[in-house]
């Protein structure tokens, strides 16, 4: 009588435990990495991060054809407004085939779609047009700096 006392006590206390699997939310490991030692680098909109290639240049690998470039090279300025990537490129920029002393750029990962402008009016115009309010776009060693102490990055919201 005791064992099956017993017994029922420790099945009422095993399935009052809630014994169910949890499901464990892993975070994309994408937005976690701040690069190492090596090479610094800061996650925007998988797939998209900026890299510190060389001393004092930052550069964004494109994933398509559209601004027939391979990166932006000389980030010097980036924010990311919702599922938008907006970038600002200062030195020897290259834009269409054609090199540039400054270009901004619009990044929409979701739509695979790069645009670059050579004149800033020309950026916050097709900005305006999507009604994307353009926020301070932020020091990119600033970003960087943030990420790497608290390891995510908080941006501002930019619709109207």
Partial sequence: MRVCLII????NVFTSCNYRKRSVKKE?????DDGG???KRIPLIKPYEAKNVLPGEWRIELQTPQLL???IHHVK???VI???ILVHAKGEVSLGGHNCKEAWFVLLPGVS???GFLKEKDFLSFLSE??????????VNSVYDQFKRDKKIVWQTGKF
């Fill in 8 to 11: 029922i006590l420790l099945f």
């Fill in 28 to 32: 994309d490991y994408f937005y976690l």
């Fill in 37 to 39: 030692l090596d090479l």
């Fill in 69 to 71: 470039e391979l990166s």
């Fill in 77 to 79: 300025e980036i924010s």
């Fill in 82 to 84: 919702d599922s938008v």
């Fill in 113 to 115: 779609k790069e645009k």
């Fill in 130 to 139: 999507r009604n994307i309010k353009l926020p301070q776009l932020r020091e």
